[in-house]
């Protein structure tokens, strides 16, 4: 949001992007203005490492999942997955 909302202040609009063309987009916005450049691209920096963080805890949590007997025989419920089991 953050990353969003300085960019919209400035009348920027990304709009509707994935995970790869969200970070694509808003090189292209910043390539050749350097101050706005300095204040997002850290923005970028953390929520990069943030999303790796989350999907690695993500995968984790999804083998504990797997491997639990109990946890596998919960996930045969629609609606129940490796998150809500364990």
């Known amino acids: 949001m953050a990353i969003r909302g300085l960019l919209k202040s400035l009348g920027l609009r990304i709009g509707q992007a994935g995970d790869n063309v969200f970070s694509r987009r808003v090189e292209e916005f910043i390539v050749d203005q350097s101050l706005l450049r300095e204040a997002v691209r850290p923005l970028l920096t953390v929520r990069g490492s943030a999303r790796r963080e989350i999907a690695d ?11 639990d007997k109990d946890s596998k025989r919960s996930m045969t419920v629609p609606g129940i997955g490796s998150i809500t089991t364990r």
């Open 57 to 67: 805890l993500h995968r984790k949590l999804l083998t504990l999942a797997r491997e």
